[in-house]
T-cell receptor, first 114, second 118 residues
Framework: AQSVTQLDSQVPVFEEAPVELRCNYSSSVSVYLFWYVQYPNQGLQLLLKYLSGSTLVKGINGFEAEFNKSQTSFHLRKPSVHISDTAEYFCAVTLKAAGNKLTFGGGTRVLVKP | GAVVSQHPSRVICKSGTSVKIECRSLDFQATTMFWYRQFPKQSLMLMATSNEGSKATYEQGVEKDKFLINHASLTLSTLTVTSAHPEDSSFYIC??????????????FGQGTRLTVV
C-alpha cells in the first residue's frame, strides 16, 4: 500500500518570502502525485499534479513542485507568498490503476504573516 | 467545467437521527465517487468508493450499515449517516472523476459538509 508523509504540520512564513512544503511518499508501483489546497470549511482545490515527463511541474497561483524519484519526494514551492496563501495544503498520491482513489498526507498548515 | 456540488454545506442534527448528504457532478458523468471524512486539523481519510449501479466499497473500519451510500445515477451519490452520534461530527467531502475525459488523472472535490451532532 502507498503512504504519504508531509514532514511539517505547520509552516509560518512572512509575506513575500519563499515557502517550501515537503512531501515524501512510498509505493512499490508507479503513482500519480498531487498537491491540493484547502481553505477553511471548503473542499479541496487542485494546485498541480505530476503524471509523467518533466519532473518540474508548474501549477496555479505561482506554485510549482519537483518530482524526485530517487528520493520519492514531491516538494511544493512558491517563491513569494501572499496573505491569501494562508491555508491547508495536502499532498496526495494515487496508483495509476486506482481510478483516483487518493491517499493523502497529514497536511501542512501555512500561515502567512504580514 | 468539472464542478462537484455537495449539499448541505452545514447541518446540525440531534443524536439518534439520520442525515443525508448529496454529492452531484454538475457538468460531467461520474461512475465513481469517493467519500472522505476529515476530523479537525487532520487529513482526509477515505471512507468508501461509490459505484453507480452497484454496491459501494468500504474501507477497513468503516461501518457500512452506519454510513449508507447510494449511487443511483451517473451524477448523484448520497451518504446517509444513520443514527448519528456526537462522535460522527466531522467534515465530509466527496470527490468524483470525469469518465468522459480520456486519461483522466484527477478527481474533483465538493465543497464539503460540516456535520455536527448534538
Amino acid at each position: 500500500a502507498q503512504s504519504v508523509t508531509q514532514l511539517d504540520s505547520q509552516v509560518p512564513v512572512f509575506e513575500e518570502a519563499p515557502v517550501e512544503l515537503r512531501c515524501n511518499y512510498s509505493s512499490s508501483v508507479s503513482v500519480y502525485l498531487f498537491w491540493y489546497v484547502q481553505y477553511p470549511n471548503q473542499g479541496l482545490q487542485l494546485l498541480l499534479k505530476y503524471l509523467s515527463g518533466s519532473t518540474l511541474v508548474k501549477g496555479i497561483n505561482g506554485f510549482e513542485a519537483e518530482f524526485n524519484k530517487s528520493q520519492t519526494s514531491f516538494h511544493l514551492r512558491k517563491p513569494s507568498v501572499h496573505i491569501s496563501d494562508t491555508a491547508e495544503y495536502f499532498c496526495a498520491v494515487t496508483l495509476k490503476a486506482a481510478g483516483n482513489k487518493l491517499t493523502f498526507g497529514g497536511g501542512t498548515r501555512v500561515l502567512v504573516k504580514p | 467545467g468539472a464542478v462537484v456540488s455537495q449539499h448541505p454545506s452545514r447541518v446540525i442534527c440531534k443524536s439518534g437521527t439520520s442525515v443525508k448528504i448529496e454529492c452531484r457532478s454538475l457538468d460531467f458523468q461520474a461512475t465513481t465517487m469517493f467519500w472522505y471524512r476529515q476530523f479537525p486539523k487532520q487529513s482526509l481519510m477515505l471512507m468508501a468508493t461509490s459505484n453507480e449501479g452497484s454496491k459501494a466499497t468500504y474501507e477497513q473500519g468503516v461501518e457500512k450499515d452506519k454510513f449508507l451510500i447510494n449511487h443511483a445515477s451517473l451524477t448523484l451519490s448520497t451518504l446517509t449517516v444513520t443514527s448519528a452520534h456526537p462522535e460522527d461530527s466531522s467534515f465530509y467531502i466527496c470527490s468524483a472523476r470525469d469518465v468522459g475525459r480520456q486519461g483522466v488523472t484527477e478527481a474533483f472535490f465538493g465543497q464539503g459538509t460540516r456535520l455536527t451532532v448534538v
